[in-house]
């Protein structure tokens, strides 16, 4: 589901915040 987009904010989000807010961004996106 998320394996390109997820690739670019895995490294921003998940290393930012957390699980939570990549999932808000992606699910926009």
């Known amino acids: 589901m998320l394996e390109i987009a997820g690739k670019k904010f895995d490294s921003h989000l998940i290393m930012g915040t ?4 990549s999932q808000t961004l992606l699910e926009k996106a």
């Open 18 to 21: 957390g699980g939570a807010t």
